[in-house]
């Protein structure tokens, strides 16, 4: 009876270990197995979001499951990324991002509510795009020089927009001011879209707008191109000259890059990282996002962890000298 008794209890031990053993193994097997929602920390028509909607079909397919967009915007990025910092670690929500919340974001907010080393685990860098210096058609402000001239004549009056407070299009117009020596006026929007609709509606002069957001427009005729913010021309429209054609140290540009909580299932992992190199080696994937003004640079996650490093050091620095600061 005690023998009977003892191999019965030594076998439902041993099924127990061995259950769990492949519930484990099933789990890593057969992710994806549920939908997976990309998290957008921003609203609708920004750079990241351009991005998410234009490679989520084909990530979907390549990853064999439902991959959903969802903006989660507010207090400039950290609301959605808080959420993300948050979530299970099973690889079924992720963040695609930029670096402004990323990176700008924990230098400017005292307490934006997530580390952004220590929260997350990087999984992919997709590429980098410009900003693009704006003014509705009609306007006299046509080029830099413009821009410059009138801000002397007018100091403190020339006003431009920017999707908030802190980000990349607010400090880079703190950039300019320093670089040229001018005191433009910075009026900040809840996103680019409505800092876009107010210069195609005339109700501030100029934007600064990260170049997917804004290229449809320009090619459009809906706005006047300035200069952009990268070191050199863009190959999506090359006749945009680049700020640091005149001011070389006012370069700065958005790049987006997918996130996971830290501690996300490794398998998992690796099966978003070869599924997005796969999505992001399709030809009509790629066309669709250079057309946008995106130079797609695909970088391995460790170094994408080594850029987020140096970008929070360099922002830091930025937004300590232009004073802003929000709780």
């Not at 991959?67 to 099973?90: C, F, Y």
């Not at 670096?99 to 860098?125: M, R, V």
Request: net charge positive.
């Amino acid at each position: 009876m005690k023998t009977t008794l003892f191999f019965s209890r030594f076998f439902c031990l041993a099924l127990v270990s061995l259950c769990a053993v492949s519930g484990a193994d099933a789990v890593a097997q057969t992710y994806p197995n549920k939908p997976i929602v990309i998290v957008v920390p921003q609203a609708a028509a920004g750079t990241n979001d351009i991005v998410a909607r234009i490679i989520v079909p084909t990530f979907g397919d390549v990853l064999g499951a439902s991959v959903v967009v969802e903006n989660r915007p507010g207090a400039g990025g950290n609301i959605g990324t808080q959420s993300v910092a948050r979530s299970n670690k099973d690889g079924y929500t992720l963040l695609l991002t930029i670096n402004s919340a990323q990176a700008i974001n924990p230098a400017l907010y005292k307490n934006p509510g997530f580390d952004p080393i220590g929260d997350f685990t990087p999984l992919y860098y997709i590429g980098s795009t410009p900003y693009v210096l704006v003014s509705p058609p009609g306007s006299p402000l046509k080029t830099l020089a413009d821009v410059v001239t009138t801000a002397k004549k007018r100091p403190g009056e020339l006003a431009y927009a920017s999707a908030g407070n802190g980000t990349i299009s607010h400090l880079l117009g703190a950039m300019l001011n320093t670089s040229a020596g001018i005191e433009m006026q910075h009026i900040p929007y809840k996103g680019v879209a409505p800092a876009i609709n107010d210069v195609l509606g005339g109700q501030v002069p100029l934007a600064f707008a990260s170049l997917p957001s804004a290229l449809n427009y320009i090619k459009a005729g809906k706005l006047q191109a300035i200069a952009i913010s990268s070191a050199k021309r863009s190959s999506a429209d090359p006749d945009i000259p680049a700020i640091a054609e005149t001011y070389p140290d006012c370069v700065g540009e958005v790049w987006v890059g997918l996130f996971a909580p830290i501690g996300v299932n490794a398998d998992a992992a690796r099966k978003i990282q070869n599924a997005m190199e796969k999505t992001l080696s399709k030809p009509e994937v790629r066309e669709k996002l250079t057309a946008q003004g995106l130079d797609l640079s695909p970088i391995a996650s460790s170094k994408l962890a080594i850029l987020l490093k140096d970008e929070i050091a360099k922002w830091a620095k930025i937004v300590k000298a232009s004073g802003a600061q929000l709780d």
